[in-house]
C-alpha cells in the first residue's frame, strides 16, 4: 500500500498550480494525480445510476403500501357492493371498485411512508462523512515527504487536505473511492 496525500480544489487551473508547485519542490510526474470527483450519488455504482441500492427515505415504502392495499381494496370492495346493491349493476363493477381500491390504496400507503422528500435524518451529520466534488490533486508520498507536500497543497488553496493509503499504479491513485469519507490529515506543528 502506498502513502497517498491529497486536496480538493475548485478548478482544474488551481489544481495545475498546485502541482507546478510540488514540480518545483522536486516531486515527480508519476507521483502527481489530477482528477475530478462527481457530486455525492452521480458515482454510478449501480447500473440505474447512484451510489446506493435505495434511496434512505423509502425504506418503508413497501410496509406504507401493503397497508395501503388492504385498506384500499376493502374501501373499493365496500363501494363496490353499494354500487352492486343501488343500482343492480353487475358484479364485475365491485371487483374493479375493489382493484381500483387497491391500487390507489397502495400508492398512498407508500407515499405516505417516504415523507421528508427524500431528504436523510441528520443531514449535515452525512454531508460531513462524504467527500465533496471538485478537483482531486493527489499526491504519492513518503513519510518524509507527506508533511511537505501537505504544505504545499495548504498553500496553494487546497481544501480538506487528506491523507489515505492505497495502491498507486502508473501515476494514479488506483482504488480511490469517491463514496469513502476522506481522513483529514492533521498539521503537525514542530
Known amino acids: 500500500m502506498s502513502l497517498i496525500v491529497a486536496a480538493r480544489f475548485t478548478t482544474f487551473p488551481a489544481a495545475e498550480s498546485a502541482a507546478e508547485r510540488l514540480f518545483g519542490q522536486g516531486f515527480v510526474e508519476e507521483d502527481v494525480s489530477l482528477f475530478f470527483v462527481n457530486p455525492r450519488g452521480q458515482h454510478a455504482r449501480y447500473p440505474i445510476g ?13 410496509k406504507g403500501a401493503g397497508m395501503g392495499v388492504t385498506i384500499g381494496a376493502v374501501i373499493g370492495a365496500v363501494v363496490g357492493v353499494g354500487i352492486f346493491a343501488a343500482f343492480s349493476s353487475p358484479l364485475l363493477i365491485s371487483l374493479i371498485a375493489a382493484g381500483v381500491g387497491a391500487y390507489v390504496g397502495s400508492l398512498i400507503g407508500a407515499m405516505s411512508r417516504t415523507r ?14 462524504t467527500r465533496d466534488s471538485g478537483v ?10 507527506q508533511t511537505a507536500a ?8 487546497g481544501a480538506e487536505i487528506e491523507r489515505a493509503t492505497g495502491r498507486w499504479q502508473h501515476g494514479k491513485w488506483a482504488d480511490f ?3 469513502r469519507a476522506p481522513v483529514e490529515l492533521k498539521e503537525s506543528r514542530a
Open 150 to 157: 501537505a504544505q504545499t497543497l495548504r498553500e496553494a488553496g
Open 136 to 145: 482531486l490533486l493527489a499526491v504519492h508520498v513518503t513519510p518524509d515527504t
Open 50 to 62: 447512484g451510489d446506493v441500492n435505495k434511496d434512505a427515505a423509502s425504506t418503508d415504502a413497501p
Open 116 to 129: 421528508g422528500g427524500g431528504k436523510r435524518p441528520h443531514e449535515e451529520r452525512v454531508h460531513h462523512e
Open 177 to 179: 473511492d469517491p463514496t
